[in-house]
């Protein structure tokens, strides 16, 4: 069974940064290999829909972001770790959700995806609090 499991989550004061890790194991990513994924961060805010943070391709040569966190947040990938990792920079309490990583086997080489519903398999989540 596939599994993501997401860490580096915590309380930080606004201005600070994070680094949050995804790791993938068991399942289609131990049969057809994690590089064959592509991946996302998402977040949900209390009372808030889950919404789009950050995307980046099988071999993480293109990424994509939501406008509310273009250059503060940067999203990574090592294929040999089987770990995407989203940095979180400048950070501010409306920053402040459970975030989760999601994978979804990848047609395109190169492809991004920015909707929930593109997404097959998901973390259970790690909470980041902004505030002083």
């Known amino acids: 069974q596939a599994h993501l499991v997401e860490s580096g989550g915590g309380l930080v004061q606004p201005g600070g940064s994070l680094k949050l890790s995804c790791a993938a194991s068991?399942?289609?990513?131990?049969?057809?290999?994690?590089?064959?994924?592509?991946m996302g961060w998402f977040r949900q805010a209390p009372g808030q829909e889950r919404e789009f943070v950050a995307a980046v391709s099988r071999d993480g040569g293109n990424t994509d972001y939501a406008s509310s966190v273009k250059g503060r947040f940067i999203i990574s990938r090592d294929n040999a770790k089987n770990t995407v990792y989203l940095q979180l920079n400048t950070l501010r309490p409306e920053d402040t959700a459970v975030y989760y990583c999601?994978?979804?086997?990848?047609?395109?080489?190169?492809?991004?995806?920015?909707?929930?519903?593109?997404?097959?398999?998901w973390g259970q989540g790690t909470q980041v609090t902004v505030s002083q």
């Open positions: 999601g994978a979804r086997s990848a047609g395109g080489y190169g492809a991004t995806y920015q909707l929930r519903g593109q997404y097959t398999d």
């Open positions: 068991g399942g289609a990513f131990s049969i057809y290999g994690f590089s064959t994924f592509a």
